[in-house]
């Protein structure tokens, strides 16, 4: 695979549209509660590694030898993409005590179910189940398992360095 079609695959991942697409399945999934940015874009990594979780169905995504994700990149991808969802009232934005919350718009149900390709179809699935995977958990208990991944995640990095020989 030549560079192009590297940066092309790695943009179509990462880009507003599909982070925006990831947030309509996560809150149309979690309607009607809202999250903040910070629960969106832990979410959003975990949609496509669900297999990482515990009894989680096949990940969406191959497993790859650098999974750490870089936290202010992806944070601010996906707020691009629920600003993109914002547009066609698809996500709502609230101020709350908490901070500012997003939850599926009023177009958000009609969005869903138009998206029928095999893909988009796995991906409302996980959507899903990920949301009801969490939902007994307090943000604290959350919070709690995110750092315990990105521990993992650090031990990965460390463990892929030495091994490209890295000191």
């Not at 940015?37 to 995504?61: C, E, F, I, N, W």
């Not at 629920?82 to 718009?105: F, P, T």
Request: glycine share 6%.
């Amino acid at each position: 695979m030549d560079a192009i079609e590297s940066l092309r695959r790695q943009v179509t991942f990462n880009g507003p549209l599909e982070a925006g697409i990831r947030a309509v399945a996560l809150l149309g999934a979690a309607y009607p509660k809202a999250f903040d940015l910070q629960r969106l874009t832990a979410l959003d990594y975990l949609l496509v590694r669900t297999k990482d979780l515990d009894g989680g169905p096949d990940s969406l995504h191959p497993p790859t030898p650098l999974r750490s994700p870089d936290a202010e990149v992806r944070r601010r991808i996906v707020h691009h993409g629920l600003v993109l969802m914002m547009s066609r009232d698809l996500v709502e934005q609230e101020a709350q005590e908490a901070g500012l919350m997003y939850m599926a718009g009023e177009n958000a149900a009609a969005f869903l179910d138009a998206l029928q390709s095999p893909y988009l179809l796995k991906l409302k699935d996980r959507a899903s189940w990920l949301i009801g995977h969490f939902s007994g958990y307090t943000d604290a208990e959350f919070n709690a398992i995110i750092r315990r991944y990105f521990e993992d995640w650090i031990i990965e990095f460390q463990e892929f360095e030495r091994s490209i020989g890295a000191s």
